[in-house]
Each structure stands twice: as structure tokens, then as C-alpha cells.
């Protein structure tokens, strides 16, 4: 059974910054993109930023410059550094990750930033 364990969610000023992971475990086969969403209060869920398994980014315009994607092949685990946040990037973040066999999605993660 595979599992998404995401945690370094929490409570922060903006302008601050904080650290998402998102640790698969489980017979998970081979990964292809990985990705972080996020969903605010009455808003639409949207991709913040996606790395595929060569690297390439691929980032929100909303983001660009502020957060970093990056992953850990070996530990089947993606991260999304977040610095300079703002009230507006205060959402639920989920991570996603496509394998050759299907989508998982993570149990999300709250961000709130203060203003």
C-alpha cells in the first residue's frame, strides 16, 4: 500500500518562510513528475510547482522566485522550499506524484501566513 506522508506545514509571518515535504513510502514503482497544488479558501485547486524526473521545473507565476521545487529520487520524496511568503499564498498543499501506474496525492498540508 503506498502512502504520501507530507508535513512542514504551519503557522508563519509573512515574509517568512517554510519547508513542505512529502515522503512516499510503499511499493510505488517508478516516478515520473512530481508536484506540489494548493487550494485556497473559495478558490479552485492550482499546480504551485512540478519537477519531472530529469529536473526540469516548471513553476506558477504566482510563485516564480520564491519557491523552490526540488526531490530526492532515492527517498521518493519531494520538497517545496517557500520563502518571501505572502497572505495570499495561505492555502491547503498537497503533493502529487505521477508513477508509470497511477497518481497519488498526499493528505494535504495547511499553510497559513499572517499578515
Known amino acids: 500500500q503506498v502512502q504520501l506522508v507530507e508535513s512542514g506545514g504551519g503557522l508563519v509571518q509573512a515574509g517568512g518562510s517554510l519547508r513542505l515535504s512529502c515522503a512516499a513510502s510503499?511499493?510505488?514503482?517508478?516516478?515520473?513528475?512530481m508536484a506540489w497544488y494548493r487550494r485556497a479558501p473559495g478558490k479552485q485547486r492550482e499546480l504551485v510547482a512540478a519537477?519531472?524526473?530529469?529536473?526540469?521545473?516548471n513553476y506558477a507565476d504566482s510563485v516564480k522566485g520564491r519557491f523552490t521545487i526540488s526531490r530526492d529520487n532515492a527517498k521518493n520524496t519531494v520538497y517545496l522550499q517557500m520563502n518571501s511568503l505572502k497572505p495570499e499564498d495561505t492555502a491547503v498543499y498537497y503533493c502529487?506524484?505521477?508513477?508509470?501506474?497511477?497518481?497519488?496525492w498526499g493528505q494535504g498540508t495547511q499553510v497559513t501566513v499572517s499578515s
Open positions: 510503499g511499493s510505488i514503482g517508478s516516478v515520473d513528475t
Open positions: 502529487n506524484i505521477i508513477t508509470t501506474l497511477r497518481p497519488y
Open positions: 519537477i519531472t524526473d530529469g529536473g526540469r521545473t
